[in-house]
């Protein structure tokens, strides 16, 4: 399906966690993070999303998942 020439998308959000190290990787499922785990959780959407475009695509937002 196309919108205004663009590929519409599933409206997933790019999901991103953060370990301790520092070091970021994108996440297909998060079912597998333990809620104990997570030291904090950001959404950033439109043109903030955008910092992390190198991990995927940005369009519906990005989760990013801090570990403790």
Do not use: C
Not at 20 to 30: A, E, F, Q, R, T
Not at 36 to 65: A, C, P, R, S, W
Request: aromatic fraction near 6%; avoid cysteine.
């Amino acid at each position: 399906i196309k919108v205004r020439g663009e590929k519409k998308t599933d409206g997933a959000p790019l999901y991103l966690v953060k370990s301790s190290d520092g070091n970021i990787k994108k996440v297909d499922n998060i079912d597998s993070i333990s809620p104990n785990d997570i030291k904090t959780m950001n959404v950033y959407k439109g043109n903030k999303g955008e910092q992390f475009k190198e991990y995927g695509n940005t369009t519906n937002g990005v989760i990013l998942i801090e570990l403790k």
